[in-house]
């Protein structure tokens, strides 16, 4: 490891996430939510500290803190969401991303008035205006919500925000994203965790011992089987914990137009899909944040992408280089200058 890849490490030490390492204090996304919806209602758990690798062309060539450690996301389990959308599609569940979502699940929220308009695309590009409640929460706790790397709402959190037509406007909405994970629960007639094992972490060699855990009420009736739905993220307890190396080798399968030992886990087609910038929202694709003309991160190329979750939690694909890059527990107002410093050291010639 080199003297620049060192510097990178403790710099990351030094700006830690400003969330306690105990849920016992500040920690977590619906605090700042209005009541009634400023509660927990799934399981959450005390944090590591700040964790990282580096992966450049399939060799780990730096990582800190606790990288084995299954700890929670948050939004990145968004982009897990999206492979499974992806294993949909390349089973020919989900043939068509612009088919209204209501036409292949009915009955679950998309058949009344402009709902029976949504496509899975607008679900997706989180571009869906969808109006309901799912598991307790209604879509109007996440109305007019603000989020670092997107542009700024007019109006305070909560608020009865006018819906406009699906496709239209961009919201970062965290029960849209839970009814979203509803419909694949739906597609699949499986739990999501199950298939996701059985599609993704097993066939790349992940370990076993991530969970992808649902809210206590988030149990439906699926062809006679109880079986959880789980959420998009931590936002009200729950979501997905996992290690840094694990997200590490989804990231490589993503680097690698969806290959890992030899396999095809998930359609370059897809893949390439997913990184395809929303027309109202380019600096988004399907799920996942897009370095669209360097404005998210300037610091590193435009061909980045990444998953973000609140904490902060990154995974950062770097296309050009053959690199993957994971970092936990980081105070997010300094991630672009992480990612600059980290690019320096995986760019200086080696000793």
């Known amino acids: 490891m080199n003297t620049l890849?060192?510097?990178a490490i403790?710099?990351?030490?030094?700006?830690?996430?400003?969330w306690d390492r105990s849920v016992k204090g500040n920690f977590g996304v619906h605090l700042n939510d209005p009541p009634p919806w400023n509660r927990l209602l799934g399981p959450i758990h005390d944090r590591g500290p700040v964790s990282g690798v580096v992966v450049v062309d399939g060799k780990t060539v730096a990582s800190w803190g606790e990288p084995e450690r299954a700890d929670l996301t948050f939004s990145v389990a968004k982009l897990y969401l999206a492979i499974l959308a992806g294993v949909a599609h390349d089973r020919g569940l989900l043939p068509d991303v612009d088919e209204p979502v209501g036409k292949r699940v009915p009955g679950?929220?998309?058949d009344e008035g402009q709902n029976a308009d949504i496509t899975w695309r607008h679900l997706l590009q989180q571009t869906s205006e969808w109006e309901g409640e799912r598991f307790g929460v209604s879509d109007q706790a996440d109305r007019y919500r603000a989020v670092t790397f997107?542009?700024?709402?007019?109006g305070k959190k909560g608020d009865a925000r006018p819906?406009?037509?699906?496709?239209?406007?961009?919201?970062?909405?965290?029960?849209r994203i839970n009814q979203l994970s509803y419909a694949l629960l739906h597609l699949f007639r499986k739990p999501l965790p199950e298939v996701f094992r059985e599609?993704?972490?097993?066939?790349?060699?992940?370990?076993?011992?991530?969970?992808?855990?649902?809210y206590d009420t988030a149990?439906?009736?699926?062809?006679?089987?109880?079986?959880?739905?789980v959420p998009g993220g931590s936002h009200w307890g729950g979501g997905m914990s996992i290690s840094a190396r694990d997200q590490a080798l989804i990231g490589q399968m993503l680097l690698a137009d969806g290959q890992a030992n030899g396999k095809q886990i998930l359609s370059r087609e897809w893949i390439q899909a997913m990184r395809t910038p929303c027309a109202i929202a380019p600096y988004y694709g399907y799920l996942i944040w897009l370095n669209h003309e360097g404005r998210v991160f300037p610091s590193v190329p435009a061909s980045s992408f990444f998953g973000v979750g609140a904490g902060s939690s990154f995974t950062w694909v770097e296309p050009?280089?053959?690199?993957?890059?994971?970092?936990r527990w980081l105070n997010s107002a300094h991630a672009d200058a992480l990612f600059g410093k980290i690019l320096a050291a995986v760019d200086a010639p080696q000793a």
């Open 150 to 154: 997107g542009v700024p709402p007019d």
């Open 199 to 214: 599609a993704v972490t097993r066939p790349i060699g992940a370990s076993e011992d991530w969970q992808w855990v649902g």
């Open 108 to 110: 679950i929220g998309f």
């Open 163 to 175: 819906l406009q037509r699906p496709g239209t406007y961009w919201e970062y909405n965290d029960v």
């Open 320 to 327: 050009e280089r053959k690199m993957v890059v994971i970092v």
């Open 10 to 18: 403790q710099f990351a030490n030094e700006h830690e996430s400003t």
């Open 219 to 229: 149990w439906v009736e699926i062809d006679g089987q109880r079986m959880p739905s």
């Open 5 to 7: 890849m060192q510097q």
